[in-house]
Structure formats: structure tokens, C-alpha cells
């Protein structure tokens, strides 16, 4: 492969998180008199950063009410029932033996982000883990990308981004980095390519067989 470095998005990528993200939004919105929201609701509402995930389901005035509920129980919940997406771990590991350097590059809360991947076994298999918050960007903002690659002493031309939203083929295009799109998150193929993505697979085990790393595994 020709990549000396990946970095990957977070929730529906290299993790699911999306029934403890559900369950914390269903904790917060009755709470400020609004409906709990359906799995998909929420689904379709999330990868841009969390207040602007919440400005979906309530008005403008009123998210930071919201995320002064959500925060904390989403720090007392949040690893309840957290997975590695199936091949995750062997992806990474297939790389790190290759010499490739890998990260987490994610528009979910940076010290919650940090927290997910020491809980799952996998940050020693981690450069770097940068998500909001550590700056005052989000994906798709370049200058994130920039930071992100700069930390980890990574050049955007042998660099691939992983991730399953739009935000990140992006993110990827604006930074000048590769791409990967993954249909295990928020968006499928068509979402995927529309928004520019050219490869587009359907999860970690296919990137070991796209880029030639299966025997690594």
C-alpha cells in the first residue's frame, strides 16, 4: 500500500457507539418536554459534532440547555455496551506490523474519544487520538486536518482518512489526503459516493483485503 499513515473516524468506523449515543439522546430530550428520539432519528442526526447533532432536535436557545444534560450522563454511560467494528482491531494491527502510523481523527469529544479507545484495548495501537475540542475546529475545517497531521508527523499526500460520512470525504478532499468510505456508520454507498467518495467498502475487512494486508492478520 502506499500510505505511510491512516487516519480513521470514530463512531461507525472503527467503533459502534450509536445505541449509547441513542439512549443518552432518549435520557435528555423528555427531559426538556421534547419526544424521544427514534435510533434513526438519530442516526441521520449525528457526525458534525454533538451541538449540532442536538440543534436537530431542539432550538438553537435551547442546545446548550440540552448538552448540560446529555454531557453528563454520557460520561457515566458511555461505555456501556461499546464494540470495535468487526476487523478493527485486526486492521490496525495488520498496519502497525507494516510500519504504518494510524490515528483517530473524529468529531466526537476528544477526551471521550481517548476514553472509548484505552476501554477497547486498542490505543497502544494509536499515534494519536484528536478529536473536539482539542482545537476550536471540527471535520471538515482543513486546519483540523492540518493539526491532526501535524501531531503525528504525517504528510496529507501518503495519508488516508477512513470514515463513513460526508464530513469526512471532506475533510479528506480539503486536506488533500486519500479516502476511504465505510458503510457501517451513518451513510451508505450512494450517501458515500455522492458526496465524492470514489472507494467505498463495507468494512475493516475489506480495507485488509483492498490494500493487500489479510496475510498480516
Not at 506490523?97 to 471521550?112: E, I, L, Y
Not at 476514553?115 to 482539542?134: I, M, P, S, T
Request: charged fraction near 25%.
Amino acid at each position: 500500500m502506499r500510505f505511510r499513515t491512516v487516519l480513521f473516524d470514530l463512531d461507525g468506523t472503527l467503533i459502534e457507539h450509536l445505541p449509547a449515543i441513542h439512549r443518552c439522546y432518549c435520557y435528555t430530550l423528555p427531559k426538556l418536554g421534547y419526544p424521544a428520539p427514534t435510533y434513526e432519528q438519530v442516526k441521520r442526526a449525528i457526525g458534525g459534532g454533538l451541538p449540532r447533532a442536538m440543534a436537530h432536535f431542539v432550538p438553537p436557545e435551547r442546545v446548550e440547555e440540552a448538552l448540560a444534560i446529555y454531557r453528563p450522563h454520557w460520561d457515566e454511560t458511555m461505555l456501556e455496551g461499546v464494540e470495535l467494528m468487526p476487523g478493527a482491531e485486526a486492521l490496525l494491527r495488520a498496519l502497525k506490523a507494516r510500519g504504518v502510523s494510524c490515528g483517530v481523527f473524529t468529531n466526537k469529544h476528544g477526551p471521550s474519544a481517548r476514553k472509548v479507545c484505552e476501554h477497547l484495548g486498542v490505543a497502544k495501537l494509536l499515534d494519536d487520538v484528536v478529536g473536539a475540542g482539542d482545537t476550536e475546529w471540527l471535520k471538515p475545517e482543513p486546519k483540523f486536518a492540518a493539526w491532526a497531521l501535524e501531531r503525528i508527523g504525517a504528510d496529507a499526500a501518503t495519508t488516508c482518512l477512513v470514515g463513513d460520512s460526508p464530513f469526512d470525504v471532506q475533510a479528506a478532499a480539503r486536506a488533500g489526503m486519500g479516502f476511504v468510505g465505510v458503510t457501517t456508520g451513518t451513510h451508505d454507498q450512494a450517501q458515500l459516493r455522492e458526496a465524492g467518495a470514489e472507494v467505498v467498502l463495507d468494512g475493516m475487512p475489506a480495507i485488509l483485503e483492498l490494500w493487500g494486508l489479510a496475510e498480516n492478520v
